[in-house]
């Protein structure tokens, strides 16, 4: 089946450490997007990609970084400048970035800082 | 600005019974999409039903129905006949397709309970 697969489920930082979640697709999607969820809140945009060695800043890309080497995968590394990471960091997919569809998501990373 | 406005925190449903959470939306664009996401306390994000802009007719799937107000710019999910299962947060999210087409905005989300 395809869909998308987000790598750890949980995964601990210690202070000063770079971390990277892993999202890999085999939807054949074009563009893929990296949100960040704290308790309570919405999501927010932290980078995307719309095509292969592209990507774009979101709205807190601030101690965060991607690459897109490959269509299929869009790793985030939560740097040691990202001052409070704990967060529930999703990865979405979507057809065609300019077209009027929606998402699909992966099932999630949690990232706690110990 | 604030672009989607859930003013609905927490939510609560009898079993059985249709509810109602709203959203509302900010844009300049006049081609746009509206979306209603789920996500269960598991974490992931479930797509619900889609909506958009030029659609005349309100968007329907199984259970949910999406009441698309233009003028209002109102895009409300109605879920009817509640489930245990329907407990979940929602998101309403919005995709504008002139000035912000690649990407999805999402609203702050409602909390509902069904209760038995």
């Known amino acids: 089946d395809g869909g998308i697969t987000q790598s750890p489920k949980y995964l601990f930082r210690k202070e000063g450490q770079n971390v990277t979640l892993s999202c890999e697709q085999n939807?054949?999607?074009?563009?893929m997007y990296w949100y960040r969820q704290d308790p309570g809140q919405g999501l927010r945009l932290i980078y995307y990609?719309?095509?292969?060695?592209?990507?774009q800043k979101g709205d807190i890309a601030e101690g965060y970084s991607v690459s897109r080497e490959k269509k299929e995968s869009f790793p985030l590394t939560v740097t040691s400048a990202q001052k409070n990471p704990t967060a529930f960091y999703l990865c979405?997919?979507?057809?065609?970035?300019?077209?009027?569809?929606?998402?699909?998501f992966g099932s999630g990373t949690r990232l706690t800082v110990v | 600005a604030q672009k989607i406005t859930q003013t609905q925190p927490g939510m609560f449903v009898q079993e059985k019974e249709a509810v109602t959470l709203d959203c509302t939306y900010d844009?300049?664009?006049?081609?746009?999409?509206l979306f209603w996401y789920k996500q269960p306390s598991s974490g992931e994000m479930i797509f619900l039903i889609y909506?958009?802009?030029?659609?005349?007719q309100n968007a329907t799937e199984g259970r949910y129905s999406l009441n698309f107000q233009k003028a209002r710019k109102s895009a409300n999910l109605v879920i009817s006949a509640s489930q245990l299962g329907d407990s979940a947060m929602y998101f309403c999210?919005?995709?504008?397709?002139?000035?912000?087409?690649?990407?999805?905005?999402f609203g702050p989300g409602t909390s509902l309970s069904v209760i038995p």
């Open positions: 939807l054949n999607h074009d563009a």
């Open positions: 990609s719309q095509i292969v060695n592209d990507f």
């Open positions: 844009t300049s664009d006049q081609s746009y999409g």
């Open positions: 999210a919005m995709r504008e397709l002139e000035t912000s087409y690649d990407k999805v905005i």
């Open positions: 909506q958009g802009s030029y659609d005349e």
């Open positions: 979405a997919s979507s057809l065609d970035s300019g077209q009027s569809y929606g998402y699909t």
